[in-house]
Antibody, heavy 120, light 106 residues
Framework: EVQLVESGGDLIQPGGSLRLSCAASGFTFSNYAMTWVRQAPGMGLEWVSSVSDNGGNTDYADSVKGRFTISRDNSKNTLYLQMNSLRGEDTAVYYC?????????????WGQGTLVTVSS | EVVLTQSPATLSLSPGERATLSCRASQSVSSQLAWYQQKPGQAPSLLVYDASDRATGIPARFSGSGSGTDFTLTISSLEPEDSAVYYCQQSRHWPVTFGQGTRLEI
C-alpha cells in the first residue's frame, strides 16, 4: 500500500525557515518524480514544486522560487521542502504527492498534509 | 499561466441523480487534464487523468470527457459519499494549474 506521511509543519514567524519532510513507502520511491502542492485555508490547490526521480531536475512555482528548495533522499525514501523567508501567504496545508507513472504531470497518491502557519 | 474555470461553483443534487461538472481552460490543454475529489479534512484523490482515463479503483459511475478547452466530469448515479469538492488540473502548460473547484452537495 502506498503511503506518504508529511511532517514538519508548525507555527513560524514571518521571515523564518522550516523544513517539511515526506516519508514514502509501498512503492519504489526512486522510480517516481514527486511534488509538493499546497492549499491555503478554505482555498483551492496550488502547485509548489516538483523533483525528478533522481533529484537531478527541480521546478518551482514563481511564488516560491528563490525561497523554497525541494530535494529528496532516495536511500531514505524521503522528500523534503526547505522553506526560507516565509511569508503570511505561505500559510497552507502542504501535501506531498507522487507522480502517476507514464502520464502527464498528474498525481495519483497524496499524503494527509502538514499545516504551516506563518504569523507573528 | 493557464486558467481553469470550473462551473458551477456549487451543485446540489439528490442520490441517484446525474451530476455534470464543467472545466474550461483559457487555452488548449489537449487531453492533459485530470479530475480530483477532495472530501472535508482529507487530501485530494485522483479520479480521472488524460481527460477520460479512470484512475485505479475509481468506480465506473465517474467518467471524464472533452479535449482542447472544454472538459466534463460526469457522475452517473450519485451516492451520498460523493459529497466533496472536485478540482480539475491541467499539465499541458507550465506551471501545472488547478481550477477553483466545484462543491457537490448530495
Amino acid at each position: 500500500e502506498v503511503q506518504l506521511v508529511e511532517s514538519g509543519g508548525d507555527l513560524i514567524q514571518p521571515g523564518g525557515s522550516l523544513r517539511l519532510s515526506c516519508a514514502a513507502s509501498g512503492f519504489t520511491f526512486s522510480n517516481y518524480a514527486m511534488t509538493w502542492v499546497r492549499q491555503a485555508p478554505g482555498m483551492g490547490l496550488e502547485w509548489v514544486s516538483s523533483v525528478s526521480d533522481n533529484g537531478g531536475n527541480t521546478d518551482y512555482a514563481d511564488s516560491v522560487k528563490g525561497r523554497f528548495t525541494i530535494s529528496r533522499d532516495n536511500s531514505k525514501n524521503t522528500l523534503y521542502l526547505q522553506m526560507n523567508s516565509l511569508r503570511g501567504e505561505d500559510t497552507a496545508v502542504y501535501y506531498c504527492a507522487k507522480y502517476l507513472y507514464g502520464s502527464g504531470s498528474f498525481f495519483d497518491y497524496w499524503g494527509q498534509g502538514t499545516l504551516v502557519t506563518v504569523s507573528s | 499561466e493557464v486558467v481553469l474555470t470550473q462551473s458551477p461553483a456549487t451543485l446540489s443534487l439528490s442520490p441517484g441523480e446525474r451530476a455534470t461538472l464543467s472545466c474550461r481552460a483559457s487555452q488548449s490543454v489537449s487531453s492533459q487534464l485530470a479530475w480530483y475529489q477532495q472530501k472535508p479534512g482529507q487530501a485530494p484523490s485522483l479520479l480521472v487523468y488524460d481527460a477520460s482515463d479512470r484512475a485505479t479503483g475509481i468506480p465506473a459511475r465517474f467518467s471524464g470527457s472533452g479535449s482542447g478547452t472544454d472538459f466534463t466530469l460526469t457522475i452517473s448515479s450519485l451516492e451520498p459519499e460523493d459529497s466533496a469538492v472536485y478540482y480539475c488540473q491541467q499539465s499541458r502548460h507550465w506551471p501545472v494549474t488547478f481550477g477553483q473547484g466545484t462543491r457537490l452537495e448530495i
